[in-house]
């Protein structure tokens, strides 16, 4: 049966990166337990671990992100939306929020997905309002990764997005080349239904809160959106590059209300895809 927790495992193991040499990952895989383990108690007895959701504040350091019409940078915006979701659920046993970064640095794009990787996390959701060639566009959007574009708009912000970094890509030349294509795809597949399924949830409960972009189900091919072993989706908040959506993003009331409903929808879907 698949488990996110294993693929993980085999992908920092075939690949041999600096996460799976930490001493938490060791930990962590000295703790869970082998396939011919001894008859398990039944479900119900078992403690379930908290849900890991990792949050990922776009942009940072030398990266300001979009800037908005009154000058608005786009990584206050999203560092601070990411730290109210997790102020609104720290009181809560059953969900661990993690941040990428919680300060302005930069971290690279395949860092961020790294992470992802190192905490196990069940949902990974990187926070964005970026700035659209249009100043009409307004509205709040998610982007689940795909190959092809589903417009314009779509294409430019996530090459925009990319071009900040190197695309991220697993070096798999020194392994075994079948098994670990067989085990990329599994998890691919799953880790795509499970992308889908977030950003659907996401968008519908947003949008009896908040004002949505017109088609808000979008794809494009974000490299933080790369993982293929945990479900990833990008959300836009708003467009820094429209006055209305800037002024909501920039006031720092409004900020943590838009907050607050992010953190409701994004809970709900994380317990749903929380691995025992
Ligand atoms: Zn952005």
Redesign the pocket.
Known sequence: MYTRRLVITSLLGLLGTAAAGTPAAAARRARAPLPESKPQPPAAKIARRPAVLVLDP??GGRDP??IGVTGTE?KDV?LSICKHIQQQLAPRKDIKVLLTRDRDVYVTLPGRVAFAHEHEADLFISI???AAPNHAARGLSAYSRSERASDTLARQLADR?NSVDTIFGFDTSHTDKQTTAILIDLARRHSRNASLLAQRRIVKGMGHEVRLLENPMRSANFAVLRSPAVPSVLIETGFLSNPQDERILRNAQSRAKLAHYLAKQIASVTLDLREA
Request: aromatic fraction near 0%.
């Open positions: 776009g942009h992100g979009a786009e999203t964005h309002a970026d997005e």
